[in-house]
């Protein structure tokens, strides 16, 4: 029979724990001290989960001869054992998310991540400027071209003349 | 028992066997034929479900024959089957489309794999609606969550991988949270069950652990909703997911969700605790208000259509949030239809994505140029949804922003009317670039070297009836308002 009370040392524990874990996620640029965090911050939950079980002085809760006067709640145990298998999988899609993005990129450190992102983002922008400026250059000297094989140019001129043709109109109606 | 007794617990397990049944098939024809058989056979059963609990009040299923509140609960009242309803309806619509859009986006190697973890997601959110036991919701959300994550990392681009990174971070701090809440609930009242935890809870509420249990639930479900904050996971993991994916979880995921805060809140709190003696209503309508405006204004400078609309997902969440923080019946009843009516419309506007996807190969703004001749059906598709995303009369957005503005004046809150109004406002401006871009400007040159055409009509069909209920839903409104009023008086009760 344990005769020790834990009082509030456990959740002292728990929180402190916890609050590492979120830490280590938070100020981690690395992926795999991320998941590493994540993991103390999910097992911190585990340690809440057991202590709301115990009781000072129970028993496991096994039916004998003999009765005991407390029992410890099992109920608590049994759920923070599905909870474990959840931290589990979690843990294990992370790592493997961890292993893809090392192939993608070569690297599990976020700034270079970004970074390599950022890098392709500006090319991407600097082809399409690239493509918007040839389009205007095209434009320009098809403009000043004189050429008359150019459709577009010749509605251009059609309309040209028929705003001219209007202009004069009014003109001549004044 | 019958076999009709069993149909609660029967709509999740008919997914979950069909996951690991489509990896053991391996073929991507097989196994797509699995997945659309067990969405199809999950709707049925929903269908079933809804008129029975329509007939006959809330049905309890007990799990393994153990009594609640020891043993675990299958629930389904009202409100869940209704989202029940509309979650199964567009896993058996998206599902159709997914054939030709898998076979495009996803490596043939990974599409039999594929389709097992979208059984998985989908038999987590169809869980966490069935289930009445509040560990078990974790448990589903968890299976639903890992399964997102790896359907997000399938994506064709890279960053597919470090959004659904950083969405398994920030998914796993949310569950975690969610898991700290129910530890402290157990550890006060000494049941799982969410009725008898709702029979409980009144007696100890007063006390420091119940108010923490409340606050680490908030936050944790707040981190899987999207609400405001808490949203930064969404527009990447949005954009980079495969289309299919992006329409599945954005009707879904999210909307699921909203019902878990709903029943938290609502159901085992109890309106009086959550909205009464627990400042809740302070923090969802600045946070929901905030969410509207900014996610809004951000949506406007997109230049790739997906992430566009995420934003305008993030906004939308804004709109259910004020719903519920107004804490009244229309407030409620307005929030409730906005989350069947926006699953409808990111339902039909992701999937006309998707079919874009399969026809261009990108979603990009620029890319759009000219396609409302080139796809008309499918533009068509986006206008209505569109439409429907800005709340115009004759659609489903119209019905459940009357209904919030409504909630608003009644409690004399005009500028709150004001500012949802507004929100409209900036979603007319997105969704006019968008209209813009396919109608008004020109085709580019470089890209018509191969014409573009209609997407395949086993896109086109589900599409349709999604657009096709925004607009029916937009007209007869007395199903929907019907069944959200009838749930939120039972949240209220009948109060306001």
């Known amino acids: 029979m344990i005769s020790w009370s834990p009082g509030i040392f456990n959740y002292l524990i728990v929180v402190f724990l916890m609050m590492s874990g979120f830490y280590v996620v938070i100020a981690q640029g690395n992926l795999i001290k991320k998941l590493v965090g994540l993991g103390l911050f999910q097992t911190s939950v585990f340690i809440l989960y057991i202590s709301i079980g115990y009781i000072a002085g129970g028993q496991a809760p096994i039916i004998t001869d003999e009765v005991a006067d407390y029992y410890s709640s099992p109920l608590p145990h049994v759920l923070i054992l599905t909870a474990i298998v959840v931290g589990v999988a979690t843990t294990s899609v992370g790592l493997a998310l961890v292993v893809r993005i090392h192939e993608a990129y070569g690297s599990v450190e976020e700034d270079e991540i970004h970074a390599r992102d950022w890098a392709d983002d500006n090319a991407l922008m600097e082809a399409e400027l690239e493509v918007i400026a040839a389009d205007n250059r095209a434009a320009e000297s098809g403009n000043e071209s004189k050429g008359n094989d150019n459709k577009g140019k010749d509605n251009r001129q059609a309309d040209n003349h028929s705003e001219n043709e209007t202009t004069s109109k009014e003109e001549g109606m004044q | 028992m019958t076999f009709w007794d069993h149909l609660p617990v029967l709509v999740v397990i008919v997914p979950l066997l069909a996951g690991p049944v489509c990896v053991l098939v391996e073929r991507p024809r097989a196994a797509w034929a699995v997945a659309l058989a067990a969405s199809w056979v999950s709707f049925a059963m929903a269908v079933v479900l809804a008129v029975q609990v329509h007939a006959s009040g809330a049905i309890s299923y007990e799990l393994g024959g153990w009594e609640p509140p020891w043993g675990i609960e299958y629930r389904i009242d009202t409100l869940g089957s209704y989202v029940l309803l509309f979650v199964t309806a567009i896993a058996a619509l998206v599902m159709v489309a997914a054939k030709s859009s898998v076979e495009r986006e996803v490596p043939e190697a990974l599409i039999a794999r594929f389709y097992a973890a979208l059984m998985l997601a989908f038999a987590g959110l169809a869980g966490i609606v069935a ?103 969404l527009p990447n993991a949005y954009t980079y997911a495969p289309s299919v994916v992006t329409a599945f979880l954005a009707a879904t995921a999210t909307k699921v969700a909203v019902y878990v805060l709903l029943r938290f809140m609502l159901d085992v709190f109890g309106l009086d605790f959550s909205l009464g003696r627990m400042p809740l209503e302070y923090i969802l309508l600045p946070v929901g208000v905030i969410g509207i405006l900014s996610a809004s204004l951000v949506a406007i400078y997109q230049g790739d259509v997906k992430r566009l609309l995420a934003y305008s997902s993030v906004a939308q969440i804004g709109y259910m949030l004020v719903g519920i923080g107004l804490a009244s019946t229309t407030g409620i009843t307005g929030a409730i239809l906005h989350l069947f009516n926006h699953a409808l419309m990111k339902g039909a506007l992701f999937l006309a994505l998707a079919a874009v996807a399969y026809r261009l190969g990108s979603t990009a703004l620029h890319d759009m140029k000219g396609l409302g001749r080139r796809m008309p059906w499918t533009m068509l598709a986006i206008v209505v949804g569109g439409l429907s995303l800005v709340g115009v009369p004759a659609t489903v957005g119209f019905i459940s922003k009357w209904y919030l503005v409504l909630a608003a004046l009644e409690q004399g809150l005009w500028p709150l009317a004001l500012l949802i109004l507004l929100g409209s406002v900036l979603a007319v401006i997105y969704i006019w670039k968008l209209v813009e871009v396919a109608y008004l400007s020109k085709p580019q040159e470089g890209s018509s070297e191969i014409p573009v055409q209609e997407a395949p009509l086993s896109m086109l069909a589900p599409l349709w009836v999604l657009v096709i209920a925004n607009i029916y839903f937009g007209i007869h409104t007395d199903v929907s308002v019907g069944l959200a009023r009838q749930a939120a008086i039972v949240f209220t009760g009948g109060a306001g």
């Open chain 2, 131 to 233: 289930t009445g036991d509040a560990f078990n919701v974790f448990v589903f959300l968890e299976i639903s969550s890992l399964s997102s994550y790896a359907l997000i990392s399938m994506g064709r681009d890279r960053r597919a991988l470090t959004s659904a990174f950083d969405y398994l971070v920030m998914g796993t701090i949310g569950a975690t949270f969610i898991l700290i809440g129910i530890g402290f609930l157990y550890m006060m009242t000494g049941t799982l069950n969410m009725q008898d935890l709702a029979e409980r809870l009144p007696e100890v509420s007063e006390t420091r652990t119940v108010r923490a249990g409340f606050a680490f639930l908030t936050v944790g479900i707040g981190l899987k909703l999207a609400m405001f904050p808490l949203h930064l996971w």
